[in-house]
């Protein structure tokens, strides 16, 4: 069907039903395509190629490598919103959404996206809301960097291998200013 839609512009559709006048249509056809990046070489590469010369323009999309723009990824929100199910709960989410995730934080998750190479943007973002997460659940107004290490092992464990995560956890420990990576926060991932 797309084939004949897309062999004109404007496209046209046709409906041929037994017993019934067959009718057609003018139509406008825009198409968007996307695949994931684990599935190279994506969908548009499988599909027939009488189809793919349809598309009048196909664009790769890699993962972001600049600081700037992760952090902009990660701009300043209400960390409660994030989380539809947390609206459940009005008093924890206006807790949420008292908690400070400040710029050094976030230019820190940025840092780890891009100088560890992760793969998933969601993941820094699941770094920046688990972080707001234990903050609030400290007590704490702001986010630091000891609730990034406690929370690395969660968000990241099943998203990067191991010594990817070692690295990334003996990096924030440095920051943290202990030096000293503890054997429990390495070993549960």
Do not use: C
């Not at 010594?163 to 390495?186: C, F, M, N, P, W």
């Amino acid at each position: 069907v797309l084939l004949d839609v897309m062999g004109t512009k404007p496209g046209r559709i046709q409906i041929e039903e037994t017993g019934l006048p067959s009718v057609s249509l003018p139509v406008e056809v825009t198409v968007w395509a996307a695949s994931n990046p684990d599935e190279e070489p994506g969908a548009l590469m499988q599909i027939r190629r009488q189809l793919a010369d349809r598309f009048d323009v196909s664009l790769t999309m890699g993962r972001p490598d600049e600081y700037q723009s992760v952090l902009s990824i990660l701009e300043p929100r209400n960390a409660a919103s994030s989380l539809d199910t947390m609206r459940t709960v009005p008093e924890f989410n206006q807790q949420l959404s008292t908690i400070n995730l400040d710029d050094k934080i976030r230019k820190l998750l940025a840092t780890i996206y891009v100088d560890f190479g992760l793969e998933s943007l969601r993941a820094v973002e699941g770094l920046a809301f688990a972080a707001t997460l234990a903050a609030a659940i400290a007590g704490r107004k702001t986010v630091t960097v000891r609730d990034v290490i406690q929370v690395a092992p969660l968000v990241l464990g099943h998203r990067t291998d191991h010594a990817t995560l070692t690295s990334i956890l003996r990096y924030l420990q440095a920051l943290d200013g202990s030096g000293v990576v503890e054997r429990k926060v390495i070993n549960a991932v």
